[in-house]
């Protein structure tokens, strides 16, 4: 299998236009093996559950938890409730990193407390897998590393070896979920998922993902919703890359593919997190206050997503991977980190 080429992942997104977007309805659904293992028993008594906002509410997250255990540790700095300096409330780790299970001893105390709350961010892009290679190795290239993008997969799962390609899917989330479980045995009742540029939006990936936690015999109690209504950026009359809004209608179309299939009991929030992807430091107490408003309109809480603190790229996930590389190392990272710094804790923010 050749090497994932030097290509950039965006560059179809500049083809779809976002003519169609106003027309859809927005978030309606209310390296190293690991051996790995589904958790035995239930949660910790002791374990206090962190709370999901309540509808309004608004929860500051950080992406790409645990690269490093540095990274982790700079995160956890941007949490009042962490004992740091900042707004944020809620992360999502890579079960995939070298440091996972560091930086997943790092925050176990704060999720446990109820401080932090804490999900997994499944990631079938970047870096190796928990899988054994030999058991997906249409997901990886000769480096043993995975070696598709957001359109790759798309591409991989609709192709000619799509069952193939699907069932190793899900046996690559069944590995991530159970290291997350490993760490975090309380999830097993609680699971709360995203993924790695928003890939469980590919109808596809989707479906795996969802067969994956009932094997795992979880309960997925909250799992992002990857589209952005655009109404609150029109009414700030605030610019915004034009490849993130292509990003975001190419979102939402996948995602009405989705809907009616979620379990019941999963919850989904509000999304700010696209439209601004690589500038979250343009995020402002006005356009807060505009989500947060939408939000109650809509009876959910509202989750602005930052990926804060940049990483040596040697020591990211997959130096050799050159688009997402850069990404990790991208000075904005440090920029979105000062951001969180600016807004006030949650406990210390108006009802809207």
């Known amino acids: 299998m050749g090497r994932n080429p030097d290509r950039n992942p965006n560059k179809t997104f500049t083809k779809i236009l976002p003519l169609e977007y106003e027309r859809l309805s927005i978030c309606e659904v209310s390296m190293e093996k690991h051996r790995t293992h589904r958790p035995v028993g239930g949660p910790d008594p002791e374990a206090a559950e962190p709370a999901h906002p309540a509808a309004g509410g608004v929860l500051f997250h950080a992406d790409d938890y645990g690269i490093t255990l540095a990274q982790a540790r700079a995160i956890l700095a941007l949490s009042d409730a962490c004992g740091g300096h900042g707004a944020l409330g809620s992360a999502s780790a890579f079960a995939n990193s070298p440091a996972f299970e560091e930086a997943a001893a790092l925050a176990a105390p704060h999720v446990k407390s109820g401080a932090l709350l804490m999900g997994l961010h499944l990631n079938l892009v970047e870096g190796a897998p928990c899988a054994d290679t030999s058991d997906v190795p249409l997901l990886v290239n000769e480096r043993g590393m995975f070696c598709h993008d957001f359109l790759g997969l798309a591409r991989l799962t609709n192709g000619s070896q799509r069952a193939q390609a699907r069932a190793q899917i ?77 990003k975001n209608t190419l979102l939402a179309l996948l995602w009405r593919m989705n809907r009616g299939k979620l379990p019941s009991e999963c919850a989904t929030s509000l999304f700010c997190g696209v439209v601004l992807s690589g500038c979250m430091e343009r995020v402002d107490e006005a356009l807060v206050a505009a989500f947060r408003s939408l939000a109650t309109q809509r009876g959910q809480a509202v989750e602005f997503l930052f990926h804060p603190v940049s990483v040596p790229r040697a020591q990211c996930l ?12 991208a000075p904005g990272r440090d920029a979105e980190a000062r951001a969180l710094q600016r807004f006030p804790p949650i406990s210390q923010r108006a009802e809207p």
């Open 170 to 246: 899900e046996r690559e989330c069944v590995a991530q979920i159970e290291r997350f479980l490993e760490a975090f045995p309380a999830q097993a009742h609680a699971l709360r998922l995203d993924s790695h540029q928003h890939t469980h939006a590919i109808p596809a990936v989707f479906d795996t993902l969802l067969a994956a936690v009932r094997s795992c015999g979880c309960t997925l109690s909250h799992l992002r919703t990857p589209v952005e209504p655009l109404e609150p950026h029109l009414a700030r009359r605030r610019a915004a890359p034009p490849v993130n809004i292509a």
């Open 318 to 329: 997959d130096p050799e991977n050159a688009p997402f590389a850069a990404a990790c190392a």
